[in-house]
Every structure is written in structure tokens, then in C-alpha cells.
């Protein structure tokens, strides 16, 4: 019922303001008594797009094989049964099972931050116990060849670093940096990343191990994959290609393409490959305490190649060598 001052013409804005206040009112309250009905019926609301609101934890247990970009998963792809597909904050998330073994599959994107930040949604959204992770990579051991696989022991983050001052006669670190070294490239410095380990202090850091256990099944099917040493347009290598277990690998938000700094990154830390994303998801699985492996077949030699970077004409081929061999390694886990 209207108030009475409704009826006296000084009062028009006042009474537009109660019959707003009104309608909110009742708007309001049917929105909850709708609400309470869906649950009761037991209807929820569908999880928002993009991540945008809550998003319910998937329960099954999986791993979580990941991919740097779209030539690199194909093959994963095409072998990914009951898939089914949920999108988190922009990234694709396939569910299914590869070799008859429950998986979550998905895309991180190319570099650093976007592999961290992607293993990191993983981790919060998924239950997984282990991670792989399956792509190309740049040669720098000068015993492996273009569309071999590589399975390094432990991965370090290269361009964690210091770039020093040219104090023009020589470089110089600042009075900060807590552990100076020697084995510079030029003005970069490397560097331990730090860990947060409240409330102690930070853990510094050079190297992610890989799972010792991982490793081992990594052994067990190595020799019985077949690698492909043509392309589908006809391009052959010059011999078979094999797969190397053991080593370090080393990552970093650069495309490595320069002979200069393959053969720094090969004395330094003694990699046999160099990649983009895989140190970076070594990291988020320590801090996680998440098992993890990495795949990497050499699609390019990093600037070590004869002519041209070779990746455009051996990316296909090197995706499905590695794909050929996580495939294998995934049959055989428990």
C-alpha cells in the first residue's frame, strides 16, 4: 500500500524513491527463494567461463601431461579417449585417458610464466600425482641430433640472472646479490632463484631434480619405441634418431638461436637441451612436491645448425617423436 504523502504533489520524488526501494526488495527476495528451490531440486549452477567464480575440484586422480603449443600436443591429442573439455581462466583442459590411463591434457603456451602459471591451475583445479610434461627443444650437446628424444635428470633456470654493469674496465655484480660467480655470458650473471619458505628464510635454488622413480619407467621404454626419422613431406635425417636418458636440460623466456651462447649454455651447465617451459614447471611441481618428467626431442641444434634454424622443417617430426615416447611411458605406469 502507498504511503500517504504519495498523494501530495511535493512528494512525487520522494514516493518514486520508496516504490524503487520496494521493487529491489521483492526482486531480491524472489532471487533467493528461486535459489534455495534450484538446491533443493538439486539443479547447481553451471561453473562460470574463464574461471571467473567457483569452479568445483575435479576428483578423479590424473596425470597431467602437458604440451608448450598446438604442434607439440596432436598427437596427444588424437590419442586422448572419453575426452571431455573444461576451461579454466582461458586454458583448455582435456580430460580422458591415453593408453588406458587417466590423464588431464592441456596446452600451457609458450615461455616461462605461462608454464607456471598453467601448472599451477593444474594443481589447484585437479588431482594429480604426477606431471609430464611432452614438446620440442634446441640442441646443445653436440652428440645429439636433430629428432632425438631427451629425458634430462634435472633442469635450472639459465636466465635467473643478473645483468652487471660495464664499469669499463670490467663488470660489476651489486653489493646485494648473495652468491657472485664467474660464469658469466658477457654481462649476464647467473643466478640460485630464490624459494619462499616461510617463516625461514628463502631457498636458493640452481636445480630441479626429476622424479628418480619417473626416470627409472623413462629406462624401461626407451629402447622400444620406434622414432621417425622422415617427415610427412619427405624430409629424412641422417640417422635414426635415439632417446637419451639423464643430463640436465636447462630453460628461459628466450628462443636460443645464437652459436655464441649454445656452446656458453653447454660448458656452463652442462644441458643437452634447452627449451622454454620445463624449468619452470620442475619449479611449480617441487614447491608442490608433484612428481615430474620431461620429454623433449630436439626439433633445431640452437644455433649449432649447418645453415638455417631447421625448427620450421623438423617441429612436426620432433613433437611426434617425444609424443611417441610419453605414450609409451604412460602405458607402462602402475
Partial sequence: MLPAS????????SCNAWITMMITRHIAVLFV?????????????????DGIGTVARDAAVRTAVISAFKPEWTDLLAALKNRQDRIINGTDYATGEIEGKPVVLFLSGISMINAAMTTQFVL???????????????????DLSIGDV?????????????FARDSGSGYVLPHYVKHPQDNNFGMIFPQPVEIARAPGDPEPRNWFAVDPELIALARTVADGVKLNDCTADGKCLGRRPRVTIGGNGVSGQAFVDNGAFRDYARKTFGANVVDMESAAVAHVAYVNKIPFIAFRSLSDLAGGDAGENQIEAFKGLASANSASVVRAFIKALP
Avoid: K
Avoid at 504519495?6 to 520524488?13: E, G, K, T, V, Y
Avoid at 534455495?36 to 553451471?46: E, N, Q, R, V, W
Avoid at 609430464?132 to 653436440?142: E, R, T
Fill in 33 to 49: 527463494v528461486c535459489w534455495i528451490s534450484a538446491l533443493c531440486a538439486g539443479i547447481t549452477p553451471a561453473p562460470a567461463a
Fill in 150 to 162: 631427451v629425458v634430462p635428470a634435472q633442469w635450472s633456470e639459465y636466465l635467473e640472472a643478473v
Fill in 124 to 142: 589447484d583445479h585437479f588431482s594429480v600425482n604426477r606431471i609430464v610434461f611432452s614438446g620440442i627443444s634446441g640442441g646443445l650437446n653436440p
Fill in 6 to 13: 504519495c498523494f501530495r504533489l511535493p512528494a512525487f520524488s
